[in-house]
């Protein structure tokens, strides 16, 4: 199965792609975090997308889609993917059905994950990450206790949380206004495509989950 999320940052596209991840054996290619990890690692492509990251704008087109051309080349999505990021503006989307003709693997389905604008910036401000493990949680859904008994895979000790640098509140304005402006016409462009199925995206992850697995089963 070849899924895209589409959403706005904050929307749970990531944790609902670690539940796609279990339910269905495909891997999760999150541009943002093959970005993020570019940036740790001090790349050459890491410090060109740098600036555009941390200021919320996007990297540009053409180091988006170099990296996404070298990770669909990998074996392990032969079997599907789920795209978390990718597309976020109309050439990325027509860079990828075309890269996707080429191989004559085609999408199945782009999820779009609906939640309102007041929700988004709540769950953004909330968000936490495991600077060993790479857990995302959030400290607004999730119970503290349970939190802080929660071991980390990596170290074996409570989870070392931090939070994103382009999760503050001035970044977050401007990637929330980035993707009304670019992002959001692919909405438009998969339903002219038939392949868009809407789903609400508010409530508990597992709702969520439940709602995400009825739109794929169409
Ligand atoms: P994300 O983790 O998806 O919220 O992405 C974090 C940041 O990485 C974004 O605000 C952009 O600066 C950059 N980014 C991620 N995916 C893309 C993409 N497909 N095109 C351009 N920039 C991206």
């Given at each position: 199965m070849r899924i895209v999320l589409l959403g706005a940052?904050?929307?749970?596209k990531g944790t609902q792609s670690q539940w796609l991840v279990g339910r269905f054996h495909i891997p999760q290619v999150s541009t943002g975090d093959l970005l993020r990890a570019a940036v740790a690692n001090g790349t050459a492509l890491g410090l060109k997308a740098k600036e555009a990251m941390a200021a919320g704008r996007l990297v540009d087109d053409q180091i988006v889609l170099g990296m996404i051309r070298e990770r669909l080349a990998e074996p392990d999505t032969g079997q599907g993917f789920i795209l978390d990021g990718?597309?976020?503006?109309l050439a990325q989307a027509r860079a990828l059905d075309e890269l996707l003709a080429q191989i004559g693997q085609p999408l199945d389905a782009v999820v779009q994950l609906k939640v309102d604008y007041a929700e988004l910036s709540r769950r953004i401000a909330g968000r936490r990450t495991c600077s060993d493990c790479g857990r995302v949680v959030n400290l607004l859904t999730s119970a503290p206790q349970a939190l802080a008994a929660e071991r980390c895979p990596?170290?074996?000790?409570?989870h070392r949380l931090f939070q994103r640098p382009d999760d503050n509140e001035a970044t977050v304005a401007e990637r929330l206004r980035v993707y009304e402006a670019q992002t959001q016409p692919l909405v438009e462009y998969y339903r002219q495509q038939n392949l868009l199925r809407s789903i609400?995206?508010?409530?508990?992850v597992t709702e969520v989950s439940a709602r995400l697995e009825q739109v794929l089963a169409r």
């Open positions: 940052p904050g929307s749970g990718f597309p976020r503006n990596k170290t074996g000790q409570a609400d995206a508010e409530g508990e």
